[in-house]
């Protein structure tokens, strides 16, 4: 089975910058998509960034500029820095992955626990 352990969330003043990362673990195939999203109270969950296996990259408009992703392959292991963070960014962050398995090879995707975001000052 899969699991996804995301790290690095916690609590910083606006325009401040913090690193998250997630990392992968169990019977892995092959990893396609690796990705960030959102959610806050009353909101739907909301893309934040997405990198496929090839390195390309798509972010939401709020946080281009803002918010960079990044893969370790070999690691299993995506991370996103997040600079130039806003109040409206605060939320609770999940990592998502598109994932086969040897046990069942169609691709997937799977979800981490997520990891809170605050700022605030």
């Known amino acids: 089975q899969v699991q996804l352990v995301e790290s690095g969330g916690g609590l910083v003043q606006p325009g401040g910058s913090l690193r998250l990362s997630c990392a992968a673990s169990?019977?892995?195939?092959?990893?396609?998509?690796m990705g960030w999203y959102r959610q806050t109270p009353g909101k739907e969950r909301e893309l934040v960034a997405v990198?496929?296996?090839?390195?390309?990259?798509t972010y939401a408009d709020s946080m281009k500029g803002r918010f960079t992703i990044s893969r370790e392959n070999a690691q299993n292991t995506v991370f996103l820095r997040m600079n130039s963070l806003k109040p409206e960014d605060t939320a609770v962050y999940y990592c998502?992955?598109?994932?086969?398995?040897?046990?069942?090879?169609?691709?997937?995707?799977?979800w981490g626990q997520g990891t809170q975001v605050t700022v605030s000052s």
């Open positions: 990198i496929n296996s090839g390195g390309s990259t």
């Open positions: 998502n992955a598109n994932i086969a398995l040897y046990t069942n090879t169609a691709f997937r995707p799977y």
């Open positions: 169990g019977s892995i195939l092959r990893i396609n998509a």
